[in-house]
């Protein structure tokens, strides 16, 4: 299918240290989008990668998109104990309206 | 003022039964969109709206009905509850679902358990 995969499933750091969570697909994507979603909460949209190679930055966080658009990544530098959610990549293609879910990186923070 | 708002916020209900939740967007977004969130997290879209239209219906069994009567609306009917539809459905908005960069806006979402 048209699936992403992300890996880890699971992430335990203490707080400080940094953490990495990385999507892969075997086809190509046209764009990939991230979400963070708090425990008992809802995904909460963080950054959207278009282009190839493309790095942006949100304070701690950077996110990159690859040369060949297959994968992506969200390193957290520096954890917080406010970092603590899951993570999921999204893939979209074009301009549909379906935006198809990786299985989420469950990051828990030791204080 | 809440962008995505779904009611109710819980629903507990006997297997068997119907049952309905709705969600409203003042976002002014022209998509709107039901995700099925299961115990393991996993996120799976189920339907899309565009501007009332339906577009997008991913395998849901037809038990499963949504309704928007108007863009800024999406409701999810459901008949004949069954223990495995339990879950968190979350009501979700885009504006030009991939292009400008904004993302989807998600609603808080509705645990719904059938018992």
């Known amino acids: 299918g048209q699936q992403v995969m992300q890996i880890p499933q699971y992430q335990h750091v203490q707080e400080g240290e940094d953490f990495t969570t990385y999507c892969n697909s075997s086809?190509?994507?046209?764009?990939i989008q991230w979400y963070k979603q708090r425990p008992g909460g809802h995904p909460v949209f963080l950054i959207q990668?278009?282009?190839?190679?493309e790095v942006k930055k949100q304070k701690r966080l950077t996110f990159q998109f690859g040369e060949a658009k297959k994968n992506s990544s969200l390193h957290i530098t520096a954890t917080q104990t406010t970092d603590v959610g899951t993570y999921f990549c999204?893939?979209?293609?074009?301009?549909?309206?379906?935006?198809?879910f990786g299985k989420g990186t469950l990051l828990t923070v030791n204080p | 003022d809440t962008a995505v708002s779904q009611t109710p916020k819980y629903l507990v209900t006997q297997m068997g039964n119907d049952k309905s939740i709705k969600c409203e967007q003042n976002?002014?977004?022209?998509?709107m969109y039901w995700y099925k969130q299961d115990s393991k997290k996993f996120l799976k879209i189920m339907f899309s709206?565009?501007?009332?239209?339906?577009?997008i219906n991913e395998t849901v069994p037809n038990r499963f009905s949504p309704k928007s009567p108007d863009k800024a609306h999406l409701n999810l009917h459901i008949n004949s509850l069954e223990l495995g539809d339990s879950a968190v459905y979350f009501c979700?908005?885009?504006?030009?679902?991939?292009?400008?960069?904004?993302?989807?806006?998600f609603g808080s979402g509705t645990r719904l358990t059938v018992v």
């Open positions: 979700a908005s885009s504006q030009e679902a991939l292009q400008g960069g904004n993302g989807y806006t």
């Open positions: 990668l278009v282009k190839s190679g």
């Open positions: 086809t190509t994507l046209s764009n």
């Open positions: 999204a893939r979209g293609r074009g301009s549909n309206y379906k935006l198809t």
């Open positions: 709206y565009n501007n009332k239209e339906l577009i």
């Open positions: 976002l002014g977004h022209d998509t």
